[in-house]
């Protein structure tokens, strides 16, 4: 699965959007690219998934480049349970289904 | 969404007693199961796949005789971490492929520490 890279972590207001990037360059054709969050002593939560169109759902959107390099996580309206680590993860869909975790971005969200 | 349920949800035993981790998909059927571990502050490491019927495949540089994993059915796998050690604490966290299906839920993890 190729590797990904995520900024360690950042920080975002409370109501406002939080854009999450993640570097990807060497993706290939048939990865796709998924995103899940793990809070705090918890297991990670699924959180959205793509493989070149735009994606959007109750959770959050995502916005891969058309070279396919490079994807944002949006998440609208930042609330303080979204304070988490958010993975960004490519994988194969047809490969053995595991999920290889990165370092990942610790966002805090602020009041 | 699909529902996987880990037990205990935290475990203190002392060392060199066996623990077992259960991971159970609630209300779907799964074929495979993943087992992670992950030390404070660090990302979520793979130690083994397991398939229903079948011995586990485990990582590089995972024990499979010290970290047994059993996948008797298709709703519940167990991970026993035998002759346990302090090192050996850490958050356990198993996920679960819903048969027919490529995409894997997780539990809630399980916190053991080995005194």
């Known amino acids: 699965d190729a590797k990904t890279t995520q900024p360690p972590s950042m920080d975002c207001a409370e109501g406002r959007a939080a854009n999450l990037p993640c570097n990807h360059s060497?993706?290939?054709?048939?990865?796709?690219v998924y995103w899940y969050r793990q809070i705090h002593s918890q297991g990670p939560q699924y959180i959205i998934h793509?493989?070149?169109n735009n994606e959007t759902n109750e959770m959050a959107s995502l916005i891969i480049t058309e070279d396919r390099k490079s994807s944002t996580l949006i998440l609208p309206h930042a609330t303080l349970r979204d304070t988490a680590v958010y993975y960004c993860i490519v994988r194969n869909k047809a490969a053995g289904n595991k999920l290889t975790f990165g370092g990942g971005t610790r966002v805090l969200v602020k009041p | 969404g699909a529902v996987v349920s880990q037990h205990p949800s935290w475990v203190i035993c002392k060392s060199g007693t066996s623990v077992k981790i259960e991971c159970r998909s609630l209300d779907f059927q799964a074929t495979t199961m993943f087992w992670y571990r992950q030390f404070p502050k660090q990302s979520l490491m793979l130690m083994a796949t397991s398939n229903e019927g079948s011995k586990a495949t485990y990582e590089q540089g995972v024990e499979k005789d010290k970290f047994l994993i059993n996948h008797a059915s298709l709703t519940l796998s167990t991970l026993t971490v035998t002759s346990a050690h302090p090192e050996d604490s850490s958050f356990y966290i198993c996920?679960?492929?819903?048969?027919?299906?490529?995409?894997?839920?997780f539990g809630q993890g399980t916190r053991l520490t080995v005194v």
């Open positions: 996920s679960a492929r819903r048969e027919g299906t490529t995409e894997a839920f």
């Open positions: 793509g493989l070149k």
């Open positions: 060497t993706i290939s054709g048939n990865e796709y």
